[in-house]
């Protein structure tokens, strides 16, 4: 699939997408999950959600290099002991 098809598909997919770079590399906006409609409950979806997540990371290998939460709290905590004007 071409660029411009596969724009034009996830434009037509997900219209409240909008792209927020002339190369259509940042979105914005928002998605309509289908999936929570044929789900039992809350948990079932969150369950599905998280698998079709963890398949997603693994099929891209950058994504899987994010630092876990703490990482941040502690960086933030270390900048307010050193002051943010540094």
């Known amino acids: 699939m071409n660029v411009s098809a596969m724009e034009s598909s996830l434009v037509k997919e997900n219209p409240l997408l909008l792209p927020l ?32 997540l ?15 939460p703490q990482y941040y709290s502690q960086l933030i905590s270390e900048m307010e002991t050193l002051g943010w004007g540094k």
Not at 54 to 68: H, N, T
């Open 21 to 52: 770079n002339n190369e259509k590399t940042v979105y914005d906006g928002f998605i309509t999950v289908q999936r929570l409609q044929q789900s039992a409950d809350l948990v079932s979806f969150i369950l599905e959600l998280k698998t079709v």
């Open 54 to 68: 963890e398949v997603c990371l693994k099929s891209s290998p950058d994504c899987r290099s994010i630092p876990p």
